[in-house]
């Protein structure tokens, strides 16, 4: 059981932007530790999208951009493309179960 | 270009045993720490096992511990998990990952491989 909840869809038009959240405790996002966001198209592995909270690797375009606050952090996509349908997952560290966690899921739809 | 690559999953009965490797290419291998992720079918990603660089310390999900075994062999770029008494709840496909970060408790996974599919049934 996933200890970091996301919303399970979110979706909007193309060019439109959205936000996915991700929530923790104080035994892993409120407890300090850092934050980082995949995507996976299905049917491929997950690649990396934003990590240490607000970077993004080579080649990620600047219309994903990621932030914390507290307990919480979230994703944004701005100017959404048809490429981007996928699902999203948050990730951190858990200081309870002394081990690496994911957040539930987010499956992205452009309309 | 830097490359994982699993190799060792398949069909096995429940309480069976099967050993997955995962070959590296294309960065310094014994310098990172590695990690195991698995996905069961049409779930989330779930945190398995991990292994330090150098150090060689381990690390494993509480679902795993005392059944699952991650080691690596730095002289052939390669990262294993022996798995143990397997349950039809490890059907899953296992992913190879490479870590990144400064400190263990802070580390992302920045390079994964296309994953090996284990099914027990």
């Known amino acids: 059981q996933s200890v970091l909840t996301q919303p399970p869809s979110v979706s909007g038009a193309p060019g439109q932007g959205i936000t996915i959240s991700c929530t923790g405790s104080s035994s892993n996002i409120g407890a300090g530790y850092d934050v980082h966001w995949y995507q996976q198209v299905p049917g491929t592995a997950p690649k990396l999208l934003i990590f240490v909270n607000t970077n993004r690797p080579s080649g990620v375009p600047d219309r994903f951009s990621g932030s914390k606050s507290g307990t919480s952090a979230s994703l944004a996509i701005t100017g959404l493309q048809a490429e981007d349908e996928a699902d999203y997952y948050c990730q951190s560290y858990d200081s309870s179960l002394s081990g690496y966690v994911f957040g539930t899921g987010t499956k992205v739809t452009v309309l | 270009e830097v490359q994982l690559v699993e190799s060792g999953g398949g069909l096995v009965q429940p309480g069976g045993s099967l050993r997955l490797s995962c070959t590296a290419s294309?960065?310094?291998?014994?310098?990172?720490?590695m990690t195991w992720v698995r996905q069961a079918p049409g779930k989330g990603l779930e945190w398995v096992s991990a292994?330090?660089?150098?150090?060689?310390?381990?690390y494993y999900a509480e679902s795993v511990k005392g059944r699952f075994t991650v080691s690596r062999d730095n002289s052939k770029n390669t990262l294993f998990l022996q798995m143990n008494s397997l349950r039809a709840e490890d059907t899953a496909v296992y992913y190879c990952v490479k870590f990144r970060g400064l400190r263990i408790n802070y580390y992302y996974m920045d390079v994964w491989g296309k994953g090996t599919t284990v099914i027990v049934s």
């Open positions: 294309g960065f310094t291998f014994s310098s990172y720490a």
């Open positions: 292994v330090g660089g150098s150090s060689g310390s381990t």
